[in-house]
């Protein structure tokens, strides 16, 4: 639990302390010989103490609010000394002292230090000067440097307990996203070993039951399986149960079929995402492509990209193009039977389409391939 001190009763109790002060120097006129620089004195005193009470959302007070205060403690105790006898009882027409002290004080208190101690320091030197060694005591010097050098430890010591506090968050908030980055893993872990064991154990059941002596058949099951659990990794989102089926009912009909989840749909909402798997569990339904290649677009309008592609009808090539080397080299690529871009928003339209030939189909690495 954190306590905090309000703002305003900090500066009240710093004004009504400094107030006091001149409080103190008014009651005292009639012992000067000439009150009017002390009343400037006492004026001066009143600005620059406003000066550096004065709200303001930095904690560190303005140099040249600090140089301010610094000259008024210069000159304050030289222009009311000179109105007192040092020899004499002076009483509380020294309240320069204390009041030069009580400034400094907050000088100090708002991350000016040097600026304090050398107010201070002045005026210390200034008193002895004046009146004497023996009249540290009176005048009151060593209360007032004693309180700047117990503001300047307090200020210096809350200043590094705040800068540790803060070190201290920070450290939290990262062990608190390391441990969320671990339990993200090992849950993602566990669902993919619970998605392997549920996809795989029934065929390694069998390979147990028949001490690895699988039929044909048996053996390209256990291939579509494989393709099933790779899908798992590296399709990550763009599955869900209907989509696992169409797959997997596509790769027994014959066709390879390659997942990619790059990352494109991690920020899709749930509705948005079944929309998603709906529209390409449909467009995997109806596709009678020998070749399906599924990835994920970063950005853009559309979420997943689909391309079918399909082996050439070399009866109907021959017809149209005529038999000769251009036309056998070109019958070597495949068909686009189906080019399909799934919108991220349910608002916009999906593109799609059936391209009748296909330039070049190619991109940075084996699995990715844009039609040109």
């Given at each position: 639990?954190r306590i905090t001190?309000?703002?305003?009763l900090?500066v009240s109790?710093?004004a009504?302390?400094?107030?006091y002060h001149?409080?103190l120097g008014?009651v005292?006129l009639?012992?000067?010989?000439?009150?009017v620089p002390?009343?400037?004195?006492?004026l001066?005193y009143?600005v620059?103490?406003?000066?550096?009470?004065?709200?303001?959302?930095?904690p560190?007070?303005?140099?040249?609010?600090?140089a301010?205060?610094l000259a008024?403690?210069?000159?304050?105790?030289?222009?009311?000394?000179?109105?007192?006898?040092?020899?004499a009882e002076?009483?509380?027409?020294?309240w320069?002292?204390?009041?030069?002290?009580?400034?400094?004080?907050?000088?100090?208190t708002?991350?000016?230090q040097g600026?304090?101690?050398?107010g201070?320091?002045?005026?210390a030197v200034q008193?002895?000067?004046w009146a004497g060694?023996s009249q540290?005591?009176?005048?009151?010097?060593?209360?007032s440097?004693s309180?700047?050098?117990?503001?300047?430890?307090?200020?210096s010591?809350?200043?590094?307990?705040?800068?540790?506090?803060?070190?201290?968050?920070l450290?939290?908030?990262?062990?608190?996203?390391?441990q969320?980055a671990?339990?993200?893993?090992?849950?993602?872990?566990q669902?993919?070993?619970l998605?392997?064991?549920?996809?795989?154990r029934?065929?390694?059941q069998?390979?147990v039951s028949?001490?690895?002596d699988?039929s044909?058949?048996q053996?390209?099951?256990?291939?579509h399986l494989?393709?099933?659990?790779r899908d798992?990794?590296?399709?990550?989102?763009?599955?869900?149960?209907?989509?696992r089926?169409?797959?997997?009912?596509?790769?027994?009909?014959?066709a390879?079929?390659?997942?990619?989840?790059?990352?494109g749909?991690?920020?899709?909402?749930?509705d948005e995402?079944?929309r998603i798997?709906?529209?390409?569990?449909?467009a995997?339904?109806g596709?009678?492509?020998?070749?399906?290649?599924?990835?994920t677009?970063?950005g853009?309008d559309?979420?997943?990209s689909v391309?079918?592609?399909?082996?050439p009808d070399?009866?109907?090539?021959?017809?149209?193009?005529?038999v000769s080397?251009e036309?056998?080299?070109?019958d070597d690529?495949?068909?686009?039977?189906?080019?399909?871009?799934i919108p991220?928003r349910?608002g916009?339209s999906?593109d799609?389409?059936?391209?009748?030939?296909?330039?070049?189909l190619?991109?940075?690495?084996?699995?990715?391939?844009?039609?040109?």
């Amino acid at each position: 639990m954190r306590i905090t001190v309000p703002r305003w009763l900090i500066v009240s109790l710093a004004a009504v302390f400094s107030g006091y002060h001149l409080v103190l120097g008014a009651v005292s006129l009639g012992q000067v010989a000439d009150p009017v620089p002390v009343v400037a004195c006492m004026l001066a005193y009143a600005v620059v103490t406003a000066v550096v009470l004065w709200p303001s959302r930095q904690p560190v007070l303005p140099v040249w609010a600090a140089a301010f205060a610094l000259a008024v403690s210069i000159v304050v105790p030289l222009v009311v000394t000179r109105v007192l006898d040092p020899e004499a009882e002076n009483g509380y027409a020294t309240w320069y002292v204390a009041a030069v002290g009580t400034l400094m004080v907050i000088v100090s208190t708002r991350r000016r230090q040097g600026f304090a101690w050398l107010g201070v320091g002045f005026m210390a030197v200034q008193g002895v000067a004046w009146a004497g060694v023996s009249q540290i005591a009176d005048l009151g010097i060593v209360g007032s440097v004693s309180w700047v050098a117990f503001s300047h430890a307090i200020s210096s010591t809350l200043t590094r307990a705040g800068r540790e506090t803060r070190e201290f968050i920070l450290a939290e908030h990262e062990a608190a996203d390391w441990q969320a980055a671990q339990e993200a893993h090992v849950n993602e872990r566990q669902y993919r070993l619970l998605q392997t064991g549920r996809t795989a154990r029934p065929m390694l059941q069998a390979i147990v039951s028949q001490s690895g002596d699988l039929s044909p058949e048996q053996r390209q099951e256990s291939l579509h399986l494989e393709g099933a659990i790779r899908d798992e990794i590296r399709g990550r989102r763009l599955l869900d149960d209907q989509v696992r089926r169409e797959v997997m009912a596509a790769r027994r009909r014959g066709a390879e079929v390659s997942l990619l989840d790059e990352g494109g749909i991690d920020d899709v909402p749930d509705d948005e995402l079944r929309r998603i798997h709906e529209a390409l569990a449909a467009a995997l339904h109806g596709s009678r492509a020998d070749k399906l290649i599924i990835r994920t677009v970063a950005g853009g309008d559309h979420a997943v990209s689909v391309v079918g592609l399909g082996s050439p009808d070399l009866s109907s090539s021959a017809l149209g193009r005529g038999v000769s080397a251009e036309a056998d080299e070109d019958d070597d690529d495949d068909e686009v039977l189906l080019w399909l871009q799934i919108p991220r928003r349910a608002g916009d339209s999906a593109d799609q389409g059936r391209v009748d030939d296909l330039d070049d189909l190619e991109d940075q690495d084996e699995d990715r391939r844009v039609v040109r």
